[in-house]
């Protein structure tokens, strides 16, 4: 297995026009009743920071957190146990980045988020090609059973997996955690619309809010 490892305010208005506060989220007041023993799994393209189209972000400069995505995480830092990204990047395999670039792009995300207050207890990324489907790139569960034999505390039915694609949705209903759909991509957001999703929403800072 090719898994590797480093190492909200008031309400918001939607794209309906409708307010949203905390108590439509399924962190707030008569939800998911999430406690400290819970584990957040984030995909980390189109969900943390925005999508290069067509390409991938294969430097520091190219990397761009998306608006609110800071504050989420400095809320979330404050009900979950562990905060663990799961991302498949292709890019390594393709020969468009090294795995050095990308921990580097990683260390500066993480540390952006510390100093904003928040936190990523551990990165899993898998840089194999989708064609070889190895075990660790989504929708297998390789990342996650890393991350569970790092943090044995990890239940995945006391999990929530946030993606914003179908293949991270099918990576959570394989473990049973619950699930929460970014709709980024109108494509993803199309192959997404029949499935089984807890949860739905535009921004992290909209789940979080």
């Keep these: 297995m090719n898994d590797k ?6 309400g918001q208005q939607t794209a309906d026009g ?10 707030g007041a008569g939800g998911w009743k999430i406690d400290n023993t819970w584990t957040l799994f984030l995909d980390r393209d189109g969900v943390i920071n925005q999508r290069t189209p067509g390409a991938y972000v294969t430097d520091i400069e190219e990397f761009e957190f998306i608006d609110g995505v800071l504050n989420a995480l400095r809320f ?13 990047q292709q890019g390594v395999g393709k020969g468009l980045m090294t795995e ?6 990683h260390r500066h995300m993480q540390a952006q988020i510390e100093q904003a207050g928040g936190r990523i207890d551990a990165i899993y990324y898998c840089p194999e090609l989708a064609e070889d489907n190895p075990e660790c790139r989504k929708p297998n569960t390789g990342m996650a059973h890393q991350a569970q034999a790092d943090f044995p505390e990890i239940d995945f039915e006391k999990s929530i997996m946030v ?3 179908a293949t991270d949705m099918e990576f959570a209903f394989r473990l049973g955690m619950k699930t929460v759909f970014i709709q ?3 494509e993803d957001t199309a192959a997404a619309k029949d499935l089984p999703i807890d949860f739905r ?4 800072m909209e789940f979080a809010a």
């Design 163 to 165: 993606g914003d694609s």
């Design 184 to 186: 980024t991509k109108p």
């Design 18 to 27: 409708k307010r949203r506060t905390r108590t439509d989220s399924p962190l």
């Design 76 to 88: 979330f830092a404050t009900i979950f146990e562990k905060i663990v990204v799961v991302t498949n």
């Design 100 to 105: 050095t670039q990308l921990v580097q792009i």
């Design 201 to 204: 929403c535009d921004t992290l």
């Design 5 to 10: 490892r480093l190492t909200a305010d008031g």
